[in-house]
């Protein structure tokens, strides 16, 4: 079975910066979408960032400029750079993974299949 296990998670300053880091296992597929996630309390939970296997990002707009999406083959690890942080970036942050980020279907949640247990991000 595909387990993604993210860390990276924390407490900083707004405007400081935190890359969050999540680890595949058991994951052989030649083609995916790997995207991040985040839910703050009381709102429903939506698309950061997308990466397939072609290497085509994808990003919310409320996040551009500001977070960068990237993988390590070798790895097999997936990151989220976070700069410029803002006390509305607080929430709780998720990898994910499906076969084809679908256009702009990428940050439909009900169409990832594999989930990280979640890692808390919190802006102050």
């Known amino acids: 079975d595909v387990q993604l296990v993210e860390s990276g998670g924390g407490s900083v300053r707004t405007g400081g910066s935190l890359t969050l880091s999540c680890v595949a296992s058991?994951?052989?597929?030649?083609?995916?979408?790997l995207g991040w996630f985040r839910q703050a309390p009381g709102k429903e939970r939506e698309g950061v960032a997308a990466?397939?296997?072609?290497?085509?990002?994808t990003y919310a707009d409320s996040v551009k400029g500001r977070f960068t999406i990237s993988r390590d083959s070798a790895k097999g690890t997936l990151y989220l750079q976070m700069s410029s942080l803002k006390p509305e970036d607080t929430a709780m942050y998720y990898c994910?993974?499906?076969?084809?980020?679908?256009?702009?279907?990428?940050?439909?949640?009900?169409?990832?299949?594999?989930w990280s247990q979640g890692t808390q991000v919190t802006v102050s």
């Open positions: 994910a993974l499906k076969t084809f980020c679908g256009g702009s279907a990428w940050g439909a949640t009900t169409s990832y299949s594999v």
């Open positions: 058991g994951f052989r597929e030649r083609h995916y979408c």
């Open positions: 990466l397939d296997s072609d290497g085509e990002t």
